[in-house]
């Protein structure tokens, strides 16, 4: 049986879903210009990186130039690529077509991509912490090795057993060592993206739908608003009531939607939320995965209607984790830990 390459890739939160749409995944670097110009040579990569960006970090630099020659001289057509998105919490896995194009001006600056056939959309919580932590690198393009079955399995492959690891990763490997910086940049995000990753499995795992309103509601009053859920049957679409007025008279009045699901949100589901608001009421809707593109751009153009979703709920959680009762501390313990401040560096 012919072996398995499987690689991750990394994207940054602000690309959305167009990866997604377009069918490729990218690489960044933008004032390199055209990677494809470069010559197949891992030097080459290095001095082409060295010259547009002179105050790099020298530790950076073999991470950055193998990262770069790995994207565009060892992906093979026929490789799988997994792909986990920030603004979705997604694994997306599919398929190298081996086309790699430079496009100018890319608004998103990946300007360099592979082409995709993408196979598979899986919610983060249906892989094991130790899956997600293998795609949780710090490098841009790396290969999936320990765990690669569970993600073939999803889309019914699997790699063959006693495979070695192959002469040409073994650079791949030394490319891997990081500077100091750089490893603890890296644990910081995996840290804060398994504490993610462990609250959304609980939340799924040890709670009922109903349940699930009703730790939105105690949240709700922990941010200062008093909150009811609504009776299980005949609510129209609305989970939890909202309101700054404790007798809950006086506008504005927040209806709440809640579904504890870790898939996609579509858009009617949205508007049946706008439906049920009449004056000086607000719509909010939240679950713990993603919102499909149509509901997202209704809430650009409605005043009235908000959408939290799973990454925007766990900020909350961790935002007023303090204020939560016993029981729901003790549902999901965490407690306080300090990382590098990544938005000070």
């Not at 129209?236 to 504890?260: N, S």
Request: glycine residues 8%; aromatic residues 8%; hydrophobic residues 40%.
């Amino acid at each position: 049986m012919a072996r398995i390459t499987v690689w991750g890739v990394h994207m940054g939160a602000h690309v959305g879903d167009r990866p997604i749409e377009g069918g490729y995944v990218g690489i960044g670097l933008p004032a390199i210009g055209d990677l494809t110009k470069i010559a197949p040579d891992r030097e080459a990569f290095k001095a082409a990186l060295i010259v547009a960006y002179p105050d790099k970090k020298a530790g950076a630099i073999p991470v950055d130039a193998g990262s770069m020659f790995k994207f565009l001289h060892e992906i093979q057509a026929g490789d799988i690529v997994v792909y986990p998105s920030k603004a979705d919490r997604m694994v997306n896995i599919g398929r190298f077509t081996g086309e790699a194009v430079y496009v100018e001006g890319d608004p998103d600056e990946y300007p360099t991509w592979q082409k995709v056939e993408w196979l598979k959309h899986v919610p983060r919580d249906e892989f094991s912490q130790a899956a997600l932590n293998e795609i949780g690198s710090f490098l841009t393009m790396f290969r999936v090795r320990r765990y690669a079955n569970e993600f073939l399995a999803k889309i019914n492959l699997v790699a063959p057993v006693g495979i070695t690891t192959p002469p040409e990763a073994l650079t791949d490997q030394q490319d891997e060592i990081a500077d100091d910086d750089t490893a603890t940049v890296s644990a910081a995000i995996q840290a804060e993206a398994s504490t993610s990753d462990f609250i959304v499995k609980r939340l799924m795992t040890d709670l009922t739908g109903h349940q699930f309103e009703e730790f939105i509601a105690h949240l709700l009053e922990c941010m200062g608003y008093t909150a009811r859920v609504t009776p299980k049957s005949g609510d129209g679409g609305v989970d939890v009531i909202a309101h700054m007025d404790p007798l809950g008279f006086q506008p504005p009045i927040v209806k709440v939607q809640c579904k504890r699901t870790t898939g996609q949100t579509p858009r009617p589901d949205v508007d049946q939320l706008l439906g049920t608001l009449g004056d000086g009421e607000y719509g909010l809707f939240v679950n713990l995965g993603s919102f499909a593109r149509g509901a997202v751009e209704l809430e650009r153009n409605r005043a009235k209607l908000r959408l939290i979703n799973g990454e925007q709920f766990v900020e909350l959680v961790f935002e007023h984790y303090a204020k939560l009762s016993p029981r729901y501390r003790a549902l999901i313990p965490l407690k306080q830990i300090f990382v590098p401040d990544l938005q000070q560096d």
